[in-house]
């Protein structure tokens, strides 16, 4: 596997559109703070470190309003072909700020509002609505 963020977001994806509850991902430090963001920005119910089997995995608890997935629509931006890096100042505004877009940077993996706060740019990983 090549991208291991994008694998994480594609399962995401993919168990959203099945109408899944929960989603089992390989572990990271890198997935584990996605999840924790998106824990707290509201779009999964919650996420826990399963290490019952021989690899640890993360358990993400999806979250459904009305029977429809709260994750609309989830991408990468930032692909291991073609890096994409921007300034604080250039951080996108995701669907008016309804959405929230992921970045990496010296700081630690953060949202665009808080890393614009913070003035800090960096990698941007992905973008959710």
């Not at 399962?11 to 559109?17: F, G, K, L, T």
């Not at 089997?53 to 994750?71: E, W």
Request: net charge positive.
């Amino acid at each position: 596997m090549n991208d291991p963020i994008s694998d994480f977001l594609t399962r995401i994806r993919n168990a959203c559109s099945a109408q899944q509850e929960q989603v089992f991902i390989p572990f990271s430090k890198m997935k584990a703070e996605l999840s924790r963001i998106l824990h707290e920005e509201g779009y999964i119910w919650g996420y826990e470190v399963d290490t019952n089997n021989t690899h640890p995995r993360l358990k993400l608890k999806l979250k459904y309003q009305d029977k429809a997935p709260v994750i609309r629509k989830i991408d990468r931006v930032s692909k291991p072909g073609l890096r994409k890096y921007v300034g604080h100042d250039e951080i996108p505004r995701v669907l008016g700020g309804l959405g929230i877009s992921i970045l990496s940077t010296p700081r630690g993996i953060m949202t665009g509002a808080k890393a614009r706060k913070a003035n800090v740019g960096g990698e941007l990983l992905a973008t959710i609505w």
